[in-house]
C-alpha cells in the first residue's frame, strides 16, 4: 500500500446486467488501484468479474445489456464512467490501451499489420505517413517481434499466436499510453511463448515507466509479473495486497484456497487442496458472504451480514473471520 496518488482508482464500481426482466449486478462496488510504473495483477477464476472490471475502464463493455450502475474510475482528474463516447475514444489507446485475450479475434483479417498499426497512430497523433509507418516498425521491434518490416505488410491470419499476441502488445505501444490493460494475454500460448510475453510486459514496464493492468487465472504468472494483486471472487475483490504479503500470508478463506489448487513441480495429487462446493449464481447470492457456503471459517454474522473491504495488516480482505 502506498500513499502516491494512484493512476487510476476505481472506487465501488458496480455492472449490472439489464435485460427483459432479468435485473442483477456483475459486479459489486470493486474497489481498487494501479499506481504508476507498477503491475497489478486482478485474478480469479472464470466468471468472476475480472474482464468486466477491465473493459469497463475504457466503457468497452457490451451496452446493453451492460451498464455501469454505480461508482467512478478516475484517470488523471477525470471521472471515465461520466465522459461521453467521443472523450472516452481519445483516452483509448492514447492514454489506455488493451490488449485482448483473442488476438485473432482482435486483430481484423482485412487489414495488414501496418495499415493496422499505421491507423492507429493517425487516430491520435497528427503525422505523416512516413512518420506513422517509422512509429509502427519502431512498436513492433519494442514488442519483440523480429524482421518488423516484413510483418509489417502480413495480414494476421499469416501470423502465429505467439507473433499475434506481439502485435497486440505492439498496437497498444504506438501511442505510448499510461497504463496498458493486458486482459489474458497468454491465453492459449505454449508455456515457452507465454514466458516471452510476460518478460515482454515486464521490460517494457521499466523501460517505458508505464504501468500495466494484467487480468489473469494463472497464480503462477502473478508470481513472476507482478507487484500487487487483486483477487477477485463473485464480482467483487476480496483480498488486494503486494504479492508477496498475499502469496506468503493469505487472509481470505478464497485466497488460500486458490493457493491450495495450485500443482507444484515434484508434488503429488494429494498435495492439492480443492475448493468445496460451487461458486453461487450472480442471480442468487447469500445475504451475507457471497463465499459463506464453501468457507471452513464461516461464523454467524457471515451468514447474514456481506462483510466490506478492510485494511489487515499490510492487505486489504473482505472477510468477517480472516486465517491468521
Known sequence: MTNETPLLEIKDLSVGLRASNIAYDILRKVSLTVNRNEILAVVGESGCGKSVTALSILQLQSNPPLFITGGSIMYGGRDLVTLSKKAIRA??????????????????????????????????????????????LEALEDAGIEDPKRRFGEYPFHLSGGVAQRVMIALALVNNPKLIVAD??????????????????????????????????NLGVVA?????????????????????????????????????????????????????????????????????????????????????????????????????
Open 184 to 217: 489474458e494475454p497468454t491465453t492459449a500460448l505454449d508455456v515457452t511463448v507465454q514466458a516471452q510475453i510476460l518478460d515482454r510486459l515486464k521490460e517494457l514496464k521499466k523501460d517505458r515507466g508505464m504501468s500495466i493492468m494484467l487480468i489473469t487465472h
Open 224 to 324: 513472476s509479473v507482478a507487484d500487487r494483486m487483486a483477487v477477485m471472487y463473485t464480482g467483487e475483490v476480496v483480498e488486494m495486497g503486494a504479492v508477496s504479503d498475499v502469496f506468503d500470508k493469505p487472509q481470505h478463506p478464497y485466497t488460500t484456497g486458490l493457493l491450495g489448487a495450485v500443482p507444484r513441480l515434484g508434488g503429488a495429487a494429494s498435495d492439492l487442496t480443492p475448493i468445496v462446493g460451487r461458486v453461487p449464481q450472480l442471480d442468487e447470492l447469500p445475504v451475507g458472504c457471497t463465499f459463506v457456503d464453501r468457507c471452513s471459517r464461516a461464523v454467524e454474522q457471515c451468514s447474514t451480514t456481506r462483510p466490506t473491504l478492510q485494511v489487515r495488516g499490510r492487505a486489504e480482505v473482505r472477510c468477517h473471520n480472516p486465517v491468521g
Open 91 to 136: 483516452v483509448r489507446g492514447s492514454e489506455i490501451a488493451m490488449i485482448f485475450q483473442d488476438p485473432m479475434s482482435a486483430l481484423d483479417p482485412m487489414f495488414t499489420v501496418g495499415t493496422l498499426l499505421t491507423s492507429a497512430v493517425h487516430a491520435h497523433q497528427s503525422v505523416g505517413k512516413d512518420v506513422a509507418e517509422k512509429i509502427a
